[in-house]
């Protein structure tokens, strides 16, 4: 019986170390699909000549996933015209999304256009370009330690799991 226990406790910290390797990379996953918001927002403003409202609406059909939906809800919260402005209904629904990203990241989006004007395409232009810039370097530097970060991770879920069995028996 203290067999089995043993071998119950190591293979849940062995699947604690995978899951937090696993939340790892969907942040990176995440980091990306933000990236890919702000490109398919750049373009709308570029090519078509659209205000940040509209490129929202026209990009929330494009994007899946957490940052799809909340660009839906963004489009369908400013659709329905209740008097709030863009900036806030951006800063309320994008709250949402923390979760998936680090703290830094997370302010970063949620604040993404709180100095700008909605309607000044090239103050839109440059804050999208300089998150974009963040984002990017944030994605390179992830990407290079995710093999050590993963790695890591289960290891120490391993040795945690191996070290408590060994002080408890």
């Not at 933000?34 to 750049?42: N, P, S, V």
């Not at 839109?124 to 370097?137: S, V």
Request: hydrophobic share 40%.
């Amino acid at each position: 019986m203290r067999v089995f226990g043993g071998m119950l406790f190591l293979l849940g910290t062995v699947g604690i170390g995978f899951y937090q390797s696993f939340a790892y990379e969907r942040g990176i996953e995440a980091l990306r699909q933000a990236l890919d918001m702000m490109r398919y927002l750049m373009a709308q403003i570029q090519t078509e000549n659209a205000t940040l409202p509209e490129s929202i609406c026209k990009v929330s059909v494009r994007m899946t996933g957490p940052i799809g939906e909340v660009l839906q809800n963004i489009s369908q919260k400013q659709g329905e015209n209740d008097g709030k402005p863009l900036f806030q209904i951006w800063q309320e629904e994008m709250a949402a999304l923390r979760e998936w990203f680090s703290p830094k990241e997370g302010e970063l989006l949620v604040h993404m256009f709180d100095q700008t004007g909605f309607y000044d395409t090239q103050t839109q232009l440059q804050r999208l370009k300089m998150n974009m810039e963040l984002f990017t370097e944030e994605i390179g530097k992830r990407e290079a330690q995710k093999e050590n970060r993963c790695r890591l991770y289960r290891s120490m879920g391993l040795m945690a799991g191996i070290f408590v069995i060994i002080l408890l028996w």
